[in-house]
């Protein structure tokens, strides 16, 4: 097995879960390099619009570092915002014999790409991007990522979007490994009763009980279209639905405003949850909505989570696991993106599908996401290191 160092800018929430599963389950050795401790110190989210740090562990259960960050304004929100000098003279003294970077847009990761290419050290990419909604990148963009792209030994693609991505932009498919997105599995049991007595209890806090709950959770931007949503929820529900809204962001103000145009609507509104309370958020659910726009939505994790609770989701096109996970009719419902037309459509269809059919939804949904889980995604990283010239 290969010493691998992998570089992160922060703690996530869906990695460092993974990162116990391999150092459990696998016998690669690796350790992985924190340019920026978001996540594990209470700071404001500007897109949530609140400050807050996650509630479940971050950095137990294998090895890490966090890396000296100089940014003046430190974040993944610009190129200067992951600076940090002493990057590559840590990944030096490590002695890796492959590094794993997470990403490419920040001017750490371009200063690891130059020090491994220097010293011979192969790297593996992993992102995912995608082009869904776009005849092609810019030419002079295009030339610069195929260029970027080629001093990878081997690039690891989440799904099939993200793969035609990576072939679009030259990388041959001999170098492309499926190592999909995955959540923790086991956070997310439709079994665990603490989990459903949880959702039901808010159920009944909200006034919800014996009605058909959409769940729309994660930050309130635009592209996200949660307003879009609202709209369409109100030209079709009926007293038998209801809408959640869980989170926070800068269209809020907006969302309670057309709610209180409608006191008759059963719209509900959840604050910001943490990560040990969303399983209950999923739980409470029967329709998990993701209705992105743009290139914004380039996987949808929540959906991950959604459907490992048995929930089927409704979600754009242009929502970078749609062609992976949600298959309309199966797991889920697709309209397009730009549509407003299409997104009532297909919540109407959603909210009015018959119970039996979203039973039939329901274990589609169980069954196909049994596929994205820690083992896959470790499986795929573990070919793409195997693939790599030895050193």
């Not at 690891?112 to 776009?134: E, I, K, M, N, T």
């Not at 879009?228 to 809408?243: G, I, N, S, Y």
């Not at 820690?374 to 070919?383: E, I, M, R």
Request: glycine share 6%.
């Amino acid at each position: 097995m290969r010493r691998l160092a992998i570089v992160l800018s922060h703690p996530v929430q869906y990695y460092s879960p993974w990162f116990r599963w391999l150092r459990a389950h696998t016998a690669l050795e690796f350790r992985v390099f924190y340019l920026w401790e978001f996540g594990v110190t209470v700071q404001r989210d500007p897109q949530f619009g609140t400050a807050f740090q996650w509630d479940v562990d971050l950095l137990g259960g294998y090895d890490s570092e966090f890396v000296p960050n100089v940014a003046a304004d430190p974040g993944t929100h610009h190129f200067r915002g992951l600076d940090n000098p002493t990057l590559c003279a840590r990944l030096a003294a490590w002695r890796p014999q492959a590094v794993l970077l997470f990403g490419y847009n920040w001017k750490s990761h371009l200063r690891v790409v130059w020090w491994a290419r220097r010293h011979g050290v192969p790297l593996v990419f992993r992102g995912d991007s995608h082009l869904l909604g776009r005849a092609a990148l810019p030419f002079l963009r295009r030339q610069l990522l195929g260029l970027l792209y080629r001093q990878f030994a081997a690039v690891t693609h989440v799904g099939a979007a993200n793969r035609d991505y990576f072939r679009r932009l030259g990388v041959p498919a001999a170098r492309l490994f499926f190592a999909p997105h995955s959540v923790d599995a086991t956070r997310f049991d439709p079994a665990d009763a603490a989990t459903r007595g949880e959702a039901d209890r808010l159920r009944a806090e909200l006034g919800l009980s014996g009605k058909r709950v959409v769940l729309f959770a994660g930050k309130f931007h635009e592209r996200k279209q949660p307003l879009e949503l609202l709209q369409a929820f109100l030209a079709v529900a009926t007293p038998d639905d209801a809408l959640v809204f869980v989170g926070d962001g800068a269209e809020k103000a907006r969302l309670l405003a057309l709610a209180a145009d409608r006191p008759a609507a059963r719209v509900r509104f959840l604050p910001f949850a943490n990560q040990s309370e969303m399983p209950a958020r999923y739980r409470l659910a029967d329709i998990f909505a993701l209705p992105s726009r743009g290139s914004y939505e380039t996987w949808g994790l929540a959906v991950n989570e959604a459907m490992h609770l048995g929930v089927p989701c409704l979600v754009s096109d242009l929502v970078g696991c749609q062609r992976d996970l949600v298959r309309p009719g199966e797991t889920g419902w697709v309209f397009p993106a730009e549509d407003r037309a299409a997104l009532a459509a297909a919540l109407s269809s959603a909210l009015r599908t018959p119970p039996e059919e979203m039973l039939r939804l329901r274990r589609n949904a169980l069954a196909t996401v049994a596929g994205y889980t820690y083992q896959q995604t470790s499986d795929g990283l573990l070919a793409a290191l195997a693939s790599l010239p030895p050193r």
